[in-house]
C-alpha cells in the first residue's frame, strides 16, 4: 500500500488549507485512517482519526472545531480540512492507515500500518 499526502503550503494565519491522501496498491476502504503531524524537534502526535465508514471521527483537543477528517471510499482518498489555522499548526502532516481494523481504537502512531510521505504546512503569523 502507498498513501500520498499533498495539499500543504504556506498560509497566513486565520487561513485554510485541505490536505488530500490518496491510497494505491489496496483499497483501504475497510480500513481506519488518520492524520498526524510532526513540528520541528517535537515527536510525531496524532491530529484527526476516522473509521472506515466515515461515521466516526476523532480529534485532537488542539484540533477540535477547526479541522475536520473526511473519506470517500470511491476514490480510496482521505482529507483533512483545516480552518483558522494557528502558527502552532506548522508541521509535516502525515496520513496513515490501520491493515486490520475498520474502527478507530487510540492516537498511537504504533497503531496504524501505512504511513504517506508527509506534506509540510506552514502558517505564518
Known amino acids: 500500500v502507498q498513501l500520498q499526502a499533498s495539499g500543504g503550503g504556506l498560509v497566513q494565519a486565520g487561513g485554510s488549507l485541505r490536505l488530500s491522501c490518496a491510497a494505491s496498491?489496496?483499497?483501504?476502504?475497510?480500513?481506519?485512517m488518520g492524520w498526524f503531524r510532526q513540528a520541528p524537534g517535537k515527536e510525531r502526535e496524532f491530529v484527526a482519526g476516522?473509521?472506515?465508514?466515515?461515521?466516526?471521527?476523532f480529534y485532537a483537543d488542539s484540533v477540535k472545531g477547526r479541522f475536520t477528517i473526511s473519506r470517500d471510499n470511491t476514490k480510496n482518498t482521505l482529507y483533512l480540512q483545516m480552518n483558522s489555522l494557528k502558527a502552532e499548526d506548522t508541521a509535516v502532516y502525515y496520513c496513515?492507515?490501520?491493515?486490520?481494523?475498520?474502527?478507530?481504537?487510540?492516537?498511537?502512531?504504533?497503531?496504524?500500518?501505512?504511513w504517506g510521505q508527509g506534506t509540510l504546512v506552514t502558517v505564518s503569523s
Open positions: 476516522i473509521n472506515w465508514s466515515g461515521v466516526n471521527t
Open positions: 496498491g489496496r483499497t483501504l476502504s475497510g480500513s481506519a
Open positions: 496513515a492507515a490501520r491493515r486490520n481494523s475498520a474502527e478507530f481504537t487510540g492516537v498511537s502512531i504504533r497503531e496504524y500500518d501505512y
